[in-house]
């Protein structure tokens, strides 16, 4: 049965410790908790809050007017049978609310890969669809068949299969929208103790090996881990830089014009010869690294604004190290955003779901 309380403080539910009451708050540990809160609120035209590992989350610091439904779903059905998608993969089943580093560990474990360099990363399962959750050359785009959610608009359940999902870069149908809730997440993964190729530069030094080699499963894992730990992007509660939401902006993707731009500011700013990373991407246009960008517009490791501060670590996260708020964070947030457009004329886009404030 649903456990319902009232005035629930989100920062406890949150890993950068932020954020406001819940004026309701649903720990949801079965699918019918799950569905009978979200029916419930909407029949009372109440606003609703899905929340699995807060990890992706920036609360207002006045909390949230309405139904937070707390997803502590569990649930993880490894099929026998081989996918039908594709030969030599097996359908893998789960539930939204199961931990994502807990179920990337027991793939690598049986041997599935496709998930190995998605290791570390803090959350649930449900919210790995939304954002297209991806990290060191791997997408869950990548691997993911099916998505199994409520249609609050609809008021039934539904499933999406791939191309209904609109996978694109840190985003998919499910982002930007409260229509749907997931409730189950299906995987195809391959059947074999290789990691895909890497992909990743800097994963592929680590292993000591060329882009596009495969190495061993718990290999691939274990340089992922390490290299997110250097970065304080692996959850430790002795460790400051870790209460953060990870990267917080997204790398920007520029259009020929855009690009054009930034050769040009940076050759004024850094000097003729200075170059910055920049990868293809669909359409003709340009990645390149918000850190980069971030750290050559003058804001260090460490930049401090009150009681938050970009991370010691790694500069594409926000910490919460002295017991902030909200709104300290934003006040870092856009300074950090304005000081980038100013130096670069690159808009930096947040990576976290917002709630109740804007950038």
């Given at each position: 049965m649903a456990v319902l309380c009232e005035q629930v403080n989100l920062a406890?539910?949150?890993?950068?410790?932020?954020?406001?009451?819940?004026?309701?708050?649903?720990?949801?540990?079965t699918e019918e908790d799950l569905l009978s809160a979200v029916r419930r609120a909407d029949k009372d035209g109440e606003p609703v809050l899905v929340l699995g590992g807060g990890s992706n989350l920036v609360v207002a610091d006045d909390g949230f007017p309405g139904t937070?439904?707390?997803?502590?779903?569990?649930?993880?059905?490894?099929?026998?049978?081989?996918d039908p998608y594709r030969d030599g993969h097996v359908s893998v089943r789960v539930q939204a609310g199961e931990e994502w580093e807990s179920f990337v560990a027991r793939c690598v474990a049986k041997g599935l890969s496709g998930i190995e360099c998605l290791s570390g990363i803090p959350g649930r399962v449900g919210?790995?669809?939304?954002?297209n959750v991806g990290a060191y050359g791997q997408d869950v785009s990548e691997t993911i068949t099916e998505v199994r959610a409520y249609d609050r608009a609809r008021g039934e359940i539904v499933t999406l299969d791939h191309a209904a999902c609109a996978f694109t870069y840190r985003h998919s149908v499910f982002k930007g929208s409260d229509r749907y809730v997931v409730l189950e997440v299906t995987f195809s993964l391959e059947e074999t103790e290789e990691s895909r190729p890497i992909r990743y530069a800097e994963l592929a030094r680590t292993l000591g090996v060329e882009v596009g080699a495969?190495?061993?499963?718990?290999?691939?894992?274990?340089a992922v881990l390490e290299l997110r730990g250097r970065k304080g992007m692996v959850l430790d509660q002795s460790d400051p830089d870790t209460r953060s939401a990870g990267s917080f902006f997204t790398n920007p993707i520029l259009e020929p014009a855009e690009l054009a731009e930034l050769e040009r500011r940076v050759a004024e700013r850094l000097g003729p010869d200075a170059t910055f990373p920049r990868y293809p991407d669909e359409g003709g246009?340009?990645?390149?690294?918000?850190?980069?960008?971030?750290e050559h517009a003058g804001f260090a490791k460490g930049h401090q604004c009150g009681p938050v501060r970009i991370s010691t670590k790694h500069t594409l996260a926000l910490t919460n190290p002295d017991g902030g708020c909200t709104s300290d964070l934003l006040t870092l947030a856009r300074e950090v955003r304005d000081g980038v457009r100013e130096a670069f004329a690159v808009e930096l886009v947040n990576e976290p779901v917002f709630v109740g404030v804007r950038l």
């Open positions: 406890g539910y949150t890993t950068l410790r932020l954020g406001g009451p819940a004026r309701r708050f649903v720990e949801a540990a937070v439904v707390h997803v502590a779903t569990r649930g993880i059905e490894f099929r026998a049978r081989l919210a790995s669809p939304i954002q495969r190495v061993p499963l718990t290999a691939a894992r274990e246009r340009t990645k390149t690294s918000a850190a980069w960008l971030i």
